[in-house]
């Protein structure tokens, strides 16, 4: 109970420093009132209420401070950082998001609408890794340092070496518009035509994964194909596969387990950039384009949510693993 | 004693780093043609002998714009590991030499930063700055700075035990000097391999970012990201693949050679020391 009471504690400063460190990059590095009123923040709105304003006449001059004057009341920009802070945070933890700086439409629809389209692709990625890198890493360990394996490693080391943006370049050229296997592009129709164009993606963001899977699977596969029971059970003549499967994969999945959080925090990069090749409309889509539009509450929205999963899926794995292996409790 | 050599390969992977950090260094005297020349060709021409790549869209020189891209992708990857192991590398040993509280703190503060999924904190940072080459390089600098700390702090707690450190401390020398004169040699030799395995990494940050439009911002700024998604409309890749598919290769290659020779480092140097 005393470990899980710390790493809770540990979870909720983690939580609280991340955001507190996102909230105050986005609002100290650039000026988040050029952001909503444009080039009226400019205004020097002292000056003109002093009436000591240079050459702009007054009434229009003094109907644009009062929108600055809205805009910053609106979002609490007349506050400190650290104080705006905590009304954000307030806000979050009923779930308002705020109010996107471009069309109005609130941040938490922007995130329902484009939330699971990323889960998907992220959940699809992590199948499709895992599904090569199982049989994959089996094989290797099985036929260690023969042909296969050299072969396979040069090739994880070689899928480690592309960037995931040429990846998907590669893949959409050759699957897509060479051999017209899978389409070109994200098809919003029925579940099943959305799943078959993410495969393509999925594939994009699953493949160097699984190459990294697959090397940590092989070294503790190898390991465990030299315990006494292994012998043991090879001893009782039961088939190569069933020990494998059955005596061996389970107590060798601990490294695949131990990555599988730290996997996720790379496959959300890479869904930004693969989600702006094949056109899917989640959130890595919506972030880029808030970014080029300076629409600060859905870029600092879209982080948020992403900095949090990742920091409780950590966890979780985290516990997972300190459960499946009980001397990670005690030290 | 066993003699370790590096092999061909480890000298083909250096030669070719070589030949484009040359190529990076003077592609604006090298005798290429001007990258942003348009219409230099006809639009989307094949390879030839005159553009060896071939030419884009506006009729561009893709050799000549791969080969002035290589500035980009190399200044900000050598840059940004730099950086990474000046602040990673600093924090680290200082965290693992006096431990407490500072220890403590450094340990949170890189926990933070490894908190973020990467592209995502470098996404938050360009996004509210002017995307100049010193802001990118030292946004994915930051990136490095974490992952470079923990490492250095965890061979820095390794070497504060050992006896030459302790003999240090009997002879009365300060921490400035046990840390500059005992710790920070041994230290730095383990990191140094990792140089370029991090540097690999930044080269690909820096073309994930170019390649979402959030790099180095201006139109005479070519970054191979900034090619390769120039290149990857679906019209680009059906009727002339090759304006993508080269500078993808040569930064795939450049990518290889980087793992692939920091990796023969750190095997190199990864003695097992006999105990004695």
Redo the contacts between chains.
Sequence with gaps: MRFLARRLLLLV??LL??TF??FS??NL??DPLTNVVGVLAELDCDAIAAGTAPDTTVDAASSDCDTVAAARAQYHLDRAVPMRYLLWLGDLAIGDFGTSFQNDQPVSAVLREKLPETLLLLVMAQIVSLGIAVPWGVIAAYKANRAFDRGSTVAS??L???????LG??L??LLA?RWQIFP??YESGDFTSRLFSLILPALTLGLPLAASYQRLLRTDLITTLQEDYVHMARAKGLPPMRIMFRHALRPSMFSVVTVFGVST??L???S??VE??FGIPGIGRE??TA??R?DFPV?LA??MV??IA??VL?FLVDLLYSWLDPRVRTS | MLRRRLGISFWLAIAWLALMAFVALFAPILPLTDPTQVAFGGPRESPSLDAWFGTDALGRDVFSRTMHGARISLAVGGFAIAFGMLIGGGLGILAGYFRGLLDQTVR?AF??LL??????LA???????ERSLLVVSLTIGILAVAPVGLLSRASTLVFAEREFVAAARVLGARHGRIIMRELLPNVVIPMGALALLGM?IAV?AE??LA????SVAGDDSISW?KM??DG?G?RD??NA?HV??FP?LV??VT??AL??AGDRIRQHFDVKELAF
């Design positions: 400063a983690v420093a991340v460190c996102g990059a986005m590095l650039g080391f070689g480690l070496s592309v960037p995931n943006f040429a370049v590669i959409l050229y518009l070109s592009a925090g790379t959300i990069g890479g930004l950039i702006r090749i972030i880029v970014v080029v300076d870029v879209i982080v992403v900095a990742f920091v950590n | 949170f926990f933070v908190s973020f999924p990467a592209l995502v996404i938050l940072i360009t996004a509210t700055l690999a690909v073309g994930s390649f979402l439009g959030l990201g390769i998604v990857s679906l890749l059906q693949a993508a598919l993808v930064m795939f990518v290889l793992n692939f």
